[in-house]
């Protein structure tokens, strides 16, 4: 079995992807989404850090947060799935829920953060679950609009810069 390493950067926000267990649709319903953002939140007690955006999609989350010193990301990925996983057993479901592993990338710098960030909120676009992203439920992309950072009707087309990026 390989051996991975993980790199942590303090005061670099980091790209996750979590993917589901063989990519079954955990997330299509909201019950078991609202179950991922209340581990979200707990998690967040525990290992503090700065939520800067996600999207939820059926099969698999992106998130971009950046640790608090101190708290590897590593750590709060698997307080989150430890944690769904309890809440979904709780309410009968069964498992496998998670892939072992998941995806990270340190953000670099503001280009970097940018590209992430749109790949992020095209990407229920880019899955077929919306049209644009301000229809899609499970996202922080009407977050980002109320900062003034996306126009209402951004996303319809898929932005050039996120079209060579392939991070699932």
């Known amino acids: 079995m390989p051996r991975y390493q993980r790199y942590y ?13 063989h990519r ?35 099969d698999h989350l992106h998130w971009i947060l950046k640790p608090d010193e101190g708290i590897l990301f590593s750590d709060l990925v698997a307080a989150v799935k430890r944690d769904v996983t309890w809440r979904l057993r709780e309410s009968g479901h069964t498992g496998p829920f998670w892939q072992k592993r998941f995806y990270d990338h340190i953000i670099r710098n503001d280009d970097d953060f940018g590209c992430h960030l749109d790949y992020v909120h095209y990407n229920p676009v880019k899955h077929g679950q919306a049209s644009r992203p301000l229809e899609h439920p499970w996202s922080s992309f009407q977050e980002w609009v109320s ?15 996120i079209k060579t990026m392939d991070l699932e």
């Open 9 to 21: 950067l303090t005061g670099h926000p980091v790209f996750l992807t979590i993917v589901t267990h």
């Open 147 to 161: 900062r003034g950072v996306y126009p209402s009707d951004w996303g319809v087309t898929e932005p050039e810069r």
């Open 24 to 58: 079954q649709p955990l997330f299509a319903k909201a019950e078991t989404v609202k179950t991922l953002l209340q581990s979200m939140r707990w998690a967040k007690s525990k290992y503090p850090f700065r939520h800067m955006a996600h999207v939820i999609l059926r």
